[in-house]
Every structure is written in structure tokens, then in C-alpha cells.
């Protein structure tokens, strides 16, 4: 049973893409000594654009930040088990983490993109076929996080022999799997099959809906959606005034103003080339660019009494402790959760 918090998580969204891990581990600390309550960790192999300049091990960093913090409940938003990774390769990770850290970890799981995935050199197929690969692949590290003997020798995608996994958390902290969607096919799935799910910022209209797809999938398998948590990502730009927090958004996040999938473009230079297209208007209804905390607030104070119980902020520029401590004062002490 996953995790569902009496109140909702105000969390902190670790950019591996864009920062050294060592400078988000800091982050991430003071994060939480003023008041976050969780941390989403990028899975990136390649930053969107050349100038974000990372791409630190998500795994690794997982396992400093949970050794640094107390509390934080944390998880990978989101890995990808179906190319890079072999799904029994994420789940003995995800089953190692959430024994070491028990009650703490969750596994966020989607269908991969391509700036990420085609390093394997594998052919990169349509999202139809993606999702299913998806689905087959969390149903091997259901089983393998048992620690049953499981084997998956009839798969259309995968492969597995007969094993077990042997070093899993205990029975009463489990490692939930949340399904990251922006589509009502995956958020139904992820209500029937998984334990929670994620999902980008959006307009209100469409949350609703992935919200109630969630919610069908969910009581359709006789589940109580209410228990089930509901995670968002909010990426933002704040500065001190409104032509910082537009520079810190084009400089550094130009891939949220490009009003248009990115799951198929493959090199942080093809993204760069697409970013010389992107204007300070391109942002609108995409991501709130402003130095007023108070209106970073009203947003997330409609996210949180729409139904979602974590909602994990982005900061696109560089002045990240700046931000931490302004934020803590002016939105999360604000915030009625």
C-alpha cells in the first residue's frame, strides 16, 4: 500500500539535468530543514540543453540523499524500465533503496524519451508501443518486489529467468509504484494496476480529467482512489524581478516553452537549435514566470485543492538556495494544506 500523507507534500524537484549532485544533495538538505517535504529526482542521461550541463546517476544520488535527510520522502520522477534499463535491473535498485530507507521511497515509472533511451541504440518505437512496454515492464518489477520467484518467460517485450530478488524492504514499507502520465490511457492503467500516479503541470481542465481517468481506473479494480496518492511536477521561474526570472527561463529552460511533445527529439543540440524559436510569450499557460511569490502560491494552492497530495516544484534558474529560502518563508508557511 503506498503512502499517502495526512497533508500535502510541498517537495522539491532535484534537477540532475542541470545541477552537479553534490550541489543538489545541499539543496535538497536545506530543502528540508525549511519545511519540504519531499524531493522528485530527475533520470536523465542527457540534459535537455547543452547549457543545464548534466547528467548525474539518479541511483546513486538517490542513495547519498536518503543517507543525508530524515524525513524527505523521495523517488526517481520518473526512470524508464524499458531501454536503458532491464525491468529487474530497476527493481533490484528500487528494492534496495526502499529497504534501505523503509516508508520513504516510491518508484516513479514512464515511457522513456528519446534524449534519454536511444543511447542503446535500439530502435525507437511509437508511444502506443512504448506504453505497452511500459506496463509489461512494471508487471516484472511487481513481482520481483515480493521477493517471491518470479520468471517472465512469455513477455512480448522483455525476458526474465527464474529468480528472486533477495534484499527487498519489509512488509509493512513496501516501495509503491506511481505511473507518470499526461494522457487518460496511462492515468485509467495506472489506477487499475499501480499505486499512484505523476503528472506534469497543466491547465486545470485537463488535470480534472487525468485526475478522474485515475480515479476510473482505480475503483474499476476495486480500489479507493482517495488512498492513492497523486504527484505533480511544477516547474516555475522566480528572480528578484521579472526580467531575471524571463532570462533564467530561456537561458536555462527553453524546453518549457516548446508547446509540443518531446519524446522523439534525440541530442541536447537538436533541443538548443529548437530553443532559438522560443520567445518569453512561447511560456504562457505553460509555466508561471514572475518574481511575485504570491502568485507561485495561488497556483499551487489550486493544485493542492484540486486532489493533488505532492507537488513537487522546479525552479528553472540558478539561484537555487535564493529560491529554497524564499519560497519556504512566502509560499509553503502560507500554503493551506
Known amino acids: 500500500m503506498a503512502y499517502l500523507p495526512a ?3 510541498i517537495g522539491y524537484a532535484a534537477a540532475l539535468e542541470q545541477f552537479h549532485p553534490t ?22 542521461f542527457q540534459p535537455w540543453v547543452p547549457k543545464q550541463g548534466h547528467n548525474a546517476f539518479v541511483w546513486s544520488w538517490m542513495a547519498a540523499l536518503g543517507a543525508l535527510t530524515k524525513t524527505l520522502t523521495f523517488g526517481p520522477g520518473v526512470t524508464c524500465a524499458s531501454f536503458r534499463y532491464h525491468p529487474a535491473v530497476v527493481a533490484q535498485a528500487a ?8 516508508g520513504r521511497f516510491w518508484l516513479g515509472i514512464g515511457t522513456g524519451e528519446a534524449l534519454n533511451e536511444h543511447v542503446m541504440a535500439a530502435a525507437w ?12 515492464a512494471i508487471g516484472i518489477i511487481q513481482k520481483l518486489l515480493t521477493g517471491e520467484v518470479a520468471r517472465h518467460d512469455d513477455g512480448r517485450f522483455f525476458k526474465m529467468e527464474r529468480v528472486r530478488l533477495w534484499t527487498v524492504p519489509d512488509a509493512h514499507h513496501p516501495v509503491p509504484i506511481y505511473v507518470a502520465t499526461a494522457g487518460p490511457i496511462a492515468a485509467r492503467w495506472a489506477g487499475a494496476h499501480c ?12 488535470l480534472k480529467m487525468l485526475l478522474g481517468k485515475f480515479e476510473e481506473g482505480a475503483r474499476a479494480a476495486g480500489k479507493e482512489p482517495a488512498k492513492m496518492p497523486k504527484l505533480l511536477q511544477l516547474h516555475m521561474s522566480w528572480a528578484k524581478t521579472k526580467h531575471e526570472a524571463v532570462e ?3 537561458d536555462q529552460w527553453p524546453n518549457g516553452g516548446m508547446p509540443f511533445p518531446k519524446g522523439d527529439i534525440r541530442t541536447p543540440e537538436d533541443f538548443a537549435e529548437i530553443a532559438k524559436l522560443v520567445r518569453p510569450e512561447s511560456y504562457k499557460h505553460r509555466m508561471i514566470i514572475s518574481p511575485d511569490m504570491d502568485e507561485h502560491r495561488e497556483q499551487i494552492q489550486q493544485l493542492v485543492d484540486l486532489g493533488f497530495d505532492e507537488i513537487h516544484v522546479h525552479n528553472v534558474g540558478r539561484n537555487q ?5 524564499a519560497f519556504s518563508r512566502q509560499v509553503i508557511a502560507k500554503l493551506k494544506l
Open 7 to 9: 497533508m500535502a507534500i
Open 23 to 44: 550541489e543538489l544533495l545541499d539543496h535538497s538538505r536545506l530543502a528540508e530543514d525549511l519545511g519540504f517535504g519531499g524531493v522528485m529526482a530527475a533520470d536523465h
Open 95 to 102: 528494492a534496495t533503496q526502499g529497504a534501505m530507507t523503509p
Open 125 to 136: 518505437p511509437e508511444p502506443h508501443v512504448r506504453l505497452k512496454m511500459m506496463q509489461e
Open 195 to 206: 499505486d499512484g500516479f505523476i503528472t506534469p503541470g497543466a491547465g486545470v481542465e485537463k
Open 248 to 250: 533564467y527561463a530561456l
Open 321 to 325: 538556495k535564493e529560491f529554497i529560502e
